[in-house]
């Protein structure tokens, strides 16, 4: 089967660092990738990896285990703005996207 | 225009209407895609279309269909609209395949009675 697994919702304060997990059992894998979906609006597109290990950007790192079906983007000294919903997506043996259902984050104070 | 638009940005629909959501996007991508997003589920694919001309289906494709007469637009039709069909619907494109980032549309809330 083809599967997308994320925690529904996680809580941090700003300034702190979060990590969110994402496990994937795709059967034609060809890349991760990771988008950010504020309330109300459109993904985004944050990170994209292929090869195993950690690719940073800025704030934002994304790690890859293709061995383990393992993912992870963390955040850094977060800010009040990062409190969004953050999706994993994977692509399967027909090379469309299967999708997470999204972890929500929530940025406290 | 820059980036995808989408028409309309919100409607509300009676059960059995037929119904066109609009996307057009200006970036000159080969790859267009039509996903519906509910509630506590991931983005899931209705249809989609590689290039200009071709068009395939996705994960929920009953009851959709598309188009793609040119690179630009890529219409979806409801053809008689059920309740179960309610949802937010986003458009994207991305220039080439799926390993391509996908920039997506603002989205259509459709809400069916």
């Known amino acids: 089967g083809q599967n997308i697994d994320q925690p529904t919702e996680m809580t941090a304060t700003e300034g702190a660092i979060v990590q969110i997990n994402c496990t994937y059992q795709?059967?034609?894998?060809?890349?991760l990738f990771w988008y950010q979906q504020h309330a109300g609006e459109a993904p985004t597109f944050l990170s994209y990896?292929?090869l195993d290990g950690l690719e940073e950007k800025g704030r934002f790192s994304s790690f890859l285990s293709r061995s383990k079906g393992y993912s992870y983007l963390l955040l850094k000294e977060l800010q009040m703005k990062d409190s969004a919903s953050y999706l994993c997506a994977s692509t399967n043996s027909n090379y469309q996207l299967i999708w997470g259902a999204g972890t929500k984050l929530i940025i406290k104070p | 225009i820059a980036g995808i638009t989408q028409a309309p940005t919100s409607q509300i629909l009676a059960a059995g209407r037929r119904m066109t959501l609009r996307c057009t996007q200006d970036m000159r991508h080969n790859a267009m895609y039509w996903y519906r997003q509910d509630l506590g589920l991931g983005l899931r694919l209705i249809h989609y279309?590689?290039?200009?001309?071709?068009?395939g289906k996705g994960e929920v494709p009953d009851g959709y269909s598309v188009s793609r007469a040119n690179t630009d637009d890529f219409p979806l039709t409801l053809a008689s609209a059920v309740p179960s069909q309610t949802s937010v619907y986003f458009c994207?494109?991305?220039?080439?395949?799926?390993?391509?980032?996908?920039?997506f549309g603002p989205g259509t809330r459709l809400t069916v009675l």
């Open positions: 795709t059967s034609g894998f060809n890349g």
């Open positions: 990896n292929v």
């Open positions: 994207a494109s991305s220039a080439q395949g799926t390993t391509d980032t996908q920039y």
């Open positions: 279309s590689n290039t200009a001309g071709t068009t």
